[in-house]
T-cell receptor
Framework: GQQVMQIPQYQHVQEGEDFTTYCNSSTTLSNIQWYKQRPGGHPVFLIQLVKSGEVKKQKRLTFQFGEAKKNSSLHITATQTTDVGTYFCAGRHSGGYQKVTFGTGTKLQVIP | EPEVTQTPSHQVTQMGQEVILRCVPISNHLYFYWYRQILGQKVEFLVSFYNNEISEKSEIFDDQFSVERPDGSNFTLKIRSTKLEDSAMYFC?????????????FGPGTRLTVT
C-alpha cells in the first residue's frame, strides 16, 4: 500500500536553532499538505504544495516539494517555543482521489 | 472563523456496544472525512464522503463502521460493535471543493475509550 514516512521521528532543539523534517512517499503524489498538531490538539492545515520543485515560505517556515513529487521537507528557521508540536505531511496520491495518507510525523520539542 | 465541531469530546463505552460520533462540518464545505489517531501515532484515514455517499474508504473502515449525513448539517460515524482496538481519537474534517485545493479543516476530536 501507499506509505508516507517522515524522519526524524523526534527532534529536540534549543530555542533559536533550526529544524527540518523530511517526508518520503512510496508513490508519486499529486500534491502534499503539511499539518501541525499541538500536544492534545487536532491537526491544523499549514500549506499545500502542488507543483514539482515548488518552494513556499510562511514567515520562518519553508516548504519544499521534490522534483519527482515523492518527497517534501519543512524547515523552520530559529525555532521558538510556540513551534512545539508534531508536524505531519499528508500526501494525496495521483488519480484525483480525496484520500490523503498522513506521514508518520515528527515530534518537535523546543528547549527554552 | 468557521470551525468544525464534534460531540462528544470523550466517549467511554463497553466492548460490543454501538457508538455514534457526531460532527458538524463547516457549512459551505462539500467533502467530509473521518480519521482516527491511536494515542501517539499517526493520523489514519477512514472514509471520505461527498454528495451523500462514500467516495473513498480505507481498509480500516470495515462493515462495523458506517457514516451518515442525516439532516444536511450533521455528519456521523457509527461503530456497530466496538472492540478494544477501536480506542482512539476520532477526528472529523471537512473541505471546500475549490479548484484543486482540498485543504482539510479538522474538528477537535472525540476520544473514544472502549473498556
Amino acid at each position: 500500500g501507499q506509505q508516507v514516512m517522515q524522519i526524524p521521528q523526534y527532534q529536540h532543539v534549543q530555542e533559536g536553532e533550526d529544524f527540518t523534517t523530511y517526508c518520503n512517499s512510496s508513490t508519486t503524489l499529486s500534491n502534499i499538505q503539511w499539518y501541525k498538531q499541538r500536544p492534545g490538539g487536532h491537526p491544523v492545515f499549514l500549506i499545500q504544495l502542488v507543483k514539482s520543485g515548488e518552494v513556499k515560505k510562511q514567515k520562518r517556515l519553508t516548504f519544499q516539494f521534490g522534483e519527482a513529487k515523492k518527497n517534501s521537507s519543512l524547515h523552520i528557521t530559529a525555532t521558538q517555543t510556540t513551534d512545539v508540536g508534531t508536524y505531519f505531511c499528508a500526501g494525496r496520491h495521483s488519480g484525483g482521489y480525496q484520500k490523503v495518507t498522513f506521514g508518520t510525523g515528527t515530534k518537535l520539542q523546543v528547549i527554552p | 472563523e468557521p470551525e468544525v465541531t464534534q460531540t462528544p469530546s470523550h466517549q467511554v463505552t463497553q466492548m460490543g456496544q454501538e457508538v455514534i460520533l457526531r460532527c458538524v462540518p463547516i457549512s459551505n464545505h462539500l467533502y467530509f472525512y473521518w480519521y482516527r489517531q491511536i494515542l501517539g501515532q499517526k493520523v489514519e484515514f477512514l472514509v471520505s464522503f461527498y454528495n451523500n455517499e462514500i467516495s473513498e474508504k480505507s481498509e480500516i473502515f470495515d462493515d462495523q463502521f458506517s457514516v451518515e449525513r442525516p439532516d444536511g448539517s450533521n455528519f456521523t460515524l457509527k461503530i456497530r460493535s466496538t472492540k478494544l482496538e477501536d480506542s482512539a481519537m476520532y477526528f472529523c474534517a471537512s473541505s471546500e471543493e475549490r479548484f484543486a485545493t482540498y485543504e482539510q479543516y479538522f474538528g477537535p476530536g472525540t476520544r473514544l475509550t472502549v473498556t
